[in-house]
C-alpha cells in the first residue's frame, strides 16, 4: 500500500467511510423492486447491479476493490430452544430470545469476507451472518450460551436456505462494474426487503449504497389471504360448505349399491 | 406440479399433497376415525405451520367423515342418539380443554405435554389393543370362539349406573353417565391434541360398550363430523389459519381415500380390523416416543414469537 493510499485510507476510516472526499462513490440498480407471489411461486432470483464512480481526483488505490452485499428480511422476534436430556427423556429446557431478527438474510462477497476485511472490521460494520444481526451497540456476546443459542439458529435457518453466505456471490464485470444476485427461497416471508451494499479496498470501508424491494402476494393469493383475514366467519364457512360438499359429491360418484 | 399456498406461505407438490392425503383419507375410511393424527404430524414435518397444519386439518377431517358418514348412514349403520349424546359432551370436554391448553401454553411447556400425551395415549391404547387383537387370534387358531360370547343379562358395572337409556341402533341399554364422561374426555382430549378423537372413540365402545362394529365406525364419524365442522370455524375466525388451497388439495384426496376405505371396511374381518388399527396406533405413539428419547441430531428449534404471519 502506498503512503498516500494509506493515508487516505485512516482518514476514511476516520470519517466512517462514508462519502469522504475524494474518495468513490457507488452506484446501484436491481433488476426489480417487487416480487410477486402467484400461484405458480417457488421462489425468485433478483440481481444487484453496481458501478464503483471515480471522478479525476479520487486517488489511485493499490489495492483492488471489494464487494459486499447483504440483503436482510422482515424482522421478528424469534424464540431459540434448546433440547436437554433430563432423565431419560429430551426436553425443550433453555431458551433465548432474538428480537428484531431478520427472517432473511443473504451475505454476498466477491472472496472469502476474512480476505476482504479483518474480524473486528466485520464486527463493527456488522458484516457477516454472525454479525449482521448483532444490534449497532452491542459488542462482543460475553454470554457463551448467547453466542451458542446465535450459531444454532443461523444454523437451521441456512438449512432452510433463508440464510445464506456465498463468498462468491458478488462477481465483478469490469474492475469498476459488478453484479450480485440474490436468491428469495419460496418460504422467504412476505414483506419489505433491504439491500446494502459496501465497497472496500485494503479492508477499509470506501462508500456504501441502500436499495430494497419487498415480496408481496398478488392475485388470488392476496385475495385469498385478505379475505381470510377480513371476512373470517364467510371464509370459514365457505371452507366448512365445501368441505361438506366435496365429502358428498364424492359419496355420490362413487355410489354403487 | 407445485402450488402456492396462501396462508400457509409456501409452495408445495401437489401430487405429494394428494398422495398423502388419499393414504390418510383411506385408513379414515377403513377405521372410522378422523385421520387428523396421522395428517397433522405429516404436514407439519413438510414445513407447513403448526397452526395452519391443525386448522386446515380440520376442515379435510370434516370432509372426509362427511362421505364416511353418508355411507354409513345409507347401511343403517349409525346411531344418531348415541352420536347426539356425544357431541353435547364433546362440546363439554372442548371448552375445557381450550382452557387448559392456554394455561399450558402461558407455562411455555405446550410441546412436551403434547408429545407426552401422544407416546402415553398412543402407546397404551395400541399396546392394549394389540395385546387384545392376539390373544383373540391365538383362541381362533386353537379352534375355540374369538372371544367370550356376551351372556344375556350380564354387563360391565358402568353399564348399570342410573339413567339408563336404550340406543336400539346399538343393540345398547345403558346409563348415559359413562357415555357422557367418555364425551368429554374425548372432546378435552382432541382440543388439547388437535385430533378429532376417533382413536379413542373406536376402541372405547368397542371395548367398554361392546357396539357392534360397523355401528361405532358411523357413529364415531358422525361425531368427528360435528367436532370438526365447528373447529374448522373456531379456528378462521379466532386465528385465520385454514389454508383454503391446501383443504381443497387435502379433501379431494382425502373424500377419494376415504371411499376406497369405507369399501375395503367391509371386505375386512372383525380380528384383522382391530390387529390393524391397534398396530397402526401402536406406531403413532413409537414414532413420538422415538422422538421424545433418541438424543435430536440439532437440538436447537426456532418459533416466531412476534409480528404479523
Redesign the interface.
Known amino acids: 500500500m502506498s503512503l498516500l493510499a494509506r493515508i487516505t485510507a485512516i482518514l476514511a476510516l476516520l470519517s466512517g467511510g462514508v462519502g469522504a472526499a475524494r474518495a468513490e462513490t457507488l452506484i446501484a440498480a436491481m433488476s426489480s423492486h417487487q416480487i410477486l407471489?402467484?400461484?405458480?411461486?417457488?421462489?425468485s432470483q433478483l440481481t444487484v447491479f453496481g458501478v464503483v464512480e471515480r471522478d479525476g481526483r479520487t486517488v489511485a488505490r493499490g489495492d483492488p476493490y471489494d464487494v459486499v452485499v447483504t440483503a436482510r428480511g422482515?424482522?421478528?422476534?424469534?424464540?431459540?430452544?434448546?433440547?436437554?436430556?433430563l432423565g431419560?427423556?429430551?426436553?425443550?429446557r433453555t431458551?433465548r430470545?432474538f428480537?428484531d431478527s431478520s427472517?432473511f438474510l443473504t451475505v454476498a462477497s466477491n472472496r472469502p469476507l476474512n480476505e476482504i476485511i479483518s474480524s473486528e472490521t466485520a464486527r463493527r460494520e456488522r458484516v457477516g451472518l454472525e454479525n449482521a444481526q448483532r444490534s449497532r451497540d452491542a459488542g462482543l456476546d460475553l454470554d457463551v450460551t448467547t453466542a451458542r443459542?446465535r450459531e444454532?439458529?443461523i444454523?437451521?435457518?441456512a438449512v432452510?436456505n433463508l440464510y445464506r453466505a456465498r463468498e462468491r456471490g458478488v462477481t465483478f464485470l469490469s474492475s469498476t462494474v459488478f453484479s450480485a444476485p440474490i436468491d428469495v427461497p419460496?418460504?422467504a416471508?412476505?414483506g419489505s426487503y433491504e439491500i446494502e451494499i459496501v465497497l472496500y479496498a485494503g479492508g477499509v470501508p470506501l462508500a456504501r449504497q441502500t436499495t430494497n424491494f419487498e415480496v408481496v402476494?398478488s392475485g388470488?393469493?392476496?385475495n385469498?389471504?385478505a379475505a381470510?383475514?377480513d371476512l373470517?366467519?364467510v371464509?370459514?364457512?365457505?371452507?366448512?360448505l365445501?368441505?361438506?360438499l366435496?365429502?358428498?359429491?364424492?359419496?355420490v360418484v362413487?355410489r354403487r349399491? | 406440479m407445485?402450488?402456492?399456498l396462501?396462508?400457509a406461505?409456501?409452495?408445495i407438490s401437489v401430487v405429494m399433497v394428494l398422495g398423502l392425503s388419499g393414504a390418510v383419507g383411506f385408513v379414515s375410511g377403513l377405521f372410522g376415525v378422523g385421520g387428523g393424527f396421522l395428517l397433522t404430524p405429516l404436514l407439519i414435518f413438510l414445513?407447513i405451520p403448526p397452526a395452519v397444519a391443525v386448522a386446515t386439518v380440520a376442515?379435510?377431517v370434516?370432509?372426509?367423515?362427511?362421505?364416511g358418514v353418508?355411507?354409513y348412514w345409507?347401511r343403517r349403520a349409525l346411531d344418531l342418539k348415541l352420536g347426539g349424546i356425544l357431541v353435547v359432551g364433546g362440546i363439554v370436554g372442548t371448552l375445557l380443554g381450550v382452557l387448559f391448553f392456554n394455561s399450558m401454553r402461558r407455562l411455555?411447556q405446550l410441546?412436551?405435554v403434547i408429545t407426552l400425551s401422544y407416546v402415553t395415549l398412543f402407546t397404551i391404547i395400541g399396546g392394549l389393543m394389540l395385546y387384545d387383537a392376539l390373544r383373540a387370534m391365538l383362541r381362533v387358531r386353537a379352534g375355540k370362539p374369538a372371544r367370550l360370547k356376551r351372556r344375556a343379562g350380564t354387563h360391565p358395572w358402568w353399564m348399570g349406573l342410573p339413567l339408563r337409556m336404550r340406543f336400539p341402533d346399538s343393540q345398547l341399554y345403558c346409563s348415559v353417565i359413562p357415555i357422557a364422561l367418555l364425551a368429554v374426555v374425548i372432546g378435552f382430549i382432541g382440543a388439547v391434541l388437535g385430533v378429532g378423537g376417533g382413536f379413542i372413540l373406536v376402541p372405547a365402545l368397542i371395548y367398554f360398550f361392546r357396539i357392534p362394529t360397523a355401528v361405532v365406525v358411523g357413529t364415531s364419524l358422525f361425531q368427528i363430523l360435528m367436532t370438526m365442522?365447528g373447529a374448522?370455524?373456531l379456528?378462521?375466525?379466532t386465528n385465520?389459519s385454514?389454508d383454503?388451497?391446501l383443504?381443497?388439495l387435502l379433501?379431494?384426496g382425502g373424500?377419494?381415500g376415504?371411499?376406497f376405505g369405507g369399501r375395503a371396511a367391509r371386505n375386512l374381518n372383525v380380528e384383522s380390523f382391530r390387529l390393524l388399527l391397534a398396530l397402526l396406533i401402536l406406531s403413532v405413539g413409537l414414532r413420538f416416543a422415538i422422538e421424545?428419547?433418541?438424543?435430536?441430531s440439532?437440538?436447537?428449534?426456532?418459533?416466531?414469537?412476534?409480528?404479523s404471519r
Do not use: C
Not at chain 1, 371464509?235 to 366448512?240: K, P
Not at chain 2, 421424545?292 to 435430536?296: A, D, K, M, R, V
Open positions: 407471489i402467484t400461484s405458480n411461486y417457488t421462489g422482515p424482522q421478528r422476534m424469534l424464540l431459540v430452544r434448546e433440547k436437554e436430556r431419560p427423556i429430551w426436553i425443550n431458551q430470545r428480537p427472517l443459542f444454532g439458529l444454523r437451521i435457518l432452510k419460496a418460504t416471508p412476505t402476494k388470488m393469493e392476496q385469498l389471504a381470510a383475514h373470517p366467519l371464509y370459514g364457512m365457505v371452507t366448512v365445501m368441505a361438506l366435496l365429502g358428498w359429491l364424492s359419496s362413487f349399491d | 407445485q402450488i402456492y396462501p396462508i406461505e409456501l409452495p414445513d376442515a379435510q370434516a370432509g372426509s367423515s362427511t362421505t353418508l355411507t345409507r411455555g410441546e412436551l365442522t374448522t370455524l379456528h378462521a375466525l385465520q385454514v383454503i388451497i383443504a381443497v379433501l379431494l373424500v377419494i376415504a371411499q421424545l428419547f433418541i438424543p435430536p440439532e437440538p436447537f428449534s426456532v418459533v416466531i414469537t412476534e409480528g
